[in-house]
């Protein structure tokens, strides 16, 4: 193909912004939108102003049903609330379709294992739409763990720290949904599951070091949970008064959630899902091995016999001695259209066209996001039990 026909199944917020990412990259085609949103016309006359506008469909949860038979793309990019993405993703590829699909953790053990069934059948590839894996920082640090900079790989950690009351929970303290924003599906997990919601950020990149489905592969995994539901009703509170009766709300999901991951080789990843108290951003990427240790908040290395004793040194120098092939291809036009995520959006769009058009590798399959995603299920599984469980393999 000498472009790929790209059709898009929602457009929220992260539709809209991968959208407007793509209009940007020669490679693709975006021929048609589904979404449910009666403003959806607005929506895209709004996204293509002065071009040509992609066919909409927007008559209900099924329409992108229609979409496929009508349009037959050869992409499908599905960024659509969690619960629909298995159906989605598996008609799809029915269909004849490549799928990329938005990350998230499984919402039940079956999940991917059906959608890799569905994807062997049909023979069409699903990719993970995981912008972690392409930062500027990650790649660097992979090329260095793949040149042994820090020797054997023993202790990795991440997670996802991200302060989400401001979508649990709107100004005037009411917890729930909320007609048009992401708290219309996502807030309800939070009264019903417990477990790490949200893994694949914080571990795909610890995957892609340690070489996870190809030269190791995780075995167990024990989760633990702080009690539920503190940091949101202290948001209640905060914002609609301590008496108030949200405010004693009942919430199944621990403010943070430690997972304990353990490998074949026996090295350890610790994850961390902490999503409801107050705190900056952070992904908490940590990489440690035998000859020294990465620290991304630090943004600070220590390689033995190379640093400064005992003190950490700025890892601007080596991230940019190892700069990666695609940051070192497409940094400026990256960083020009793609500010909101430092660049890793674009870049992982770049990597998925050139990936279709046959002319690059993309660094994750879908087995590695069936992985990453196992951690959700699994975790709720360990925290219940109260002990270490067995970790699938894809």
């Not at 972690?132 to 660097?140: G, Q, V």
């Not at 509170?237 to 009942?250: F, I, L, N, V």
């Amino acid at each position: 193909m000498e472009k790929i026909r790209t059709a898009v199944i929602g457009a929220g917020y992260r539709g809209r912004y991968l959208i407007s990412l793509l209009q940007h990259i020669d490679s693709f085609d975006i021929i048609a939108v589904s979404d449910i949103s009666p403003k959806l016309p607005e929506t895209i006359a709004q996204l293509f102003q002065g071009k040509v506008l992609p066919q909409i469909y927007h008559s209900g949860t099924d329409d992108y049903l229609r979409m496929l038979d009508e349009t037959k793309p050869d992409l499908v990019i599905i960024a659509s609330p969690w619960h629909l993405h298995k159906a989605q993703a598996i008609n799809a590829l029915r269909a004849g379709c490549h799928v990329a699909i938005e990350v998230k953790g499984a919402l039940d053990n079956d999940e991917y294992p059906d959608i890799i069934a569905q994807s062997r059948q049909s023979g069409k590839e699903v990719f993970p739409l995981e912008n972690t894996l392409f930062r500027d920082d990650i790649l660097a640090i992979n090329n260095m763990v793949q040149a042994g900079v820090f020797g054997q790989l023993v202790f990795l950690q991440g997670g996802y720290r991200h302060d989400l009351t401001y979508i649990l929970v709107d100004n005037e303290g009411n917890f729930g949904p909320k007609n048009g924003s992401e708290s219309e599906w996502r807030s309800h997990y939070y009264e019903t599951e417990n477990g790490d919601l949200y893994p694949t950020h914080g571990l795909a990149p610890l995957c892609m070091f340690l070489g996870v489905n190809r030269t190791d592969h995780i075995k167990t995994i024990a989760s633990f949970s702080t009690a539920p539901g503190v940091g949101l009703r202290a948001c209640i509170a905060r914002r609609k008064g301590a008496d108030c009766d949200e405010a004693h709300r009942t919430f199944e999901m621990g403010d943070v959630v430690t997972s304990i991951l353990q490998t074949d080789s026996g090295t350890q990843i610790t994850l961390l899902h902490d999503t409801t108290l107050p705190r900056p951003r952070s992904l908490n990427y940590e990489v440690q091995g035998t000859k020294g240790i990465w620290n991304a908040e630090k943004k600070a290395i220590y390689i033995d016999g190379v640093s400064p004793s005992e003190d950490w040194e700025p890892d601007e120098k080596y991230i940019q001695q190892y700069k990666h092939r695609f940051w070192q291809r497409w940094e400026k036009e990256a960083l020009l259209y793609d500010g909101h995520h430092q660049g890793m959006d674009y870049i992982m769009l770049k990597v998925l066209g050139e990936a279709l058009l046959g002319r690059e590798s993309y660094p994750a399959t879908l087995a590695d996001m069936a992985t990453w995603a196992a951690v959700t299920p699994r975790s709720k599984e360990s925290i219940k039990q109260n002990r270490p469980v067995p970790f699938p393999r894809y």
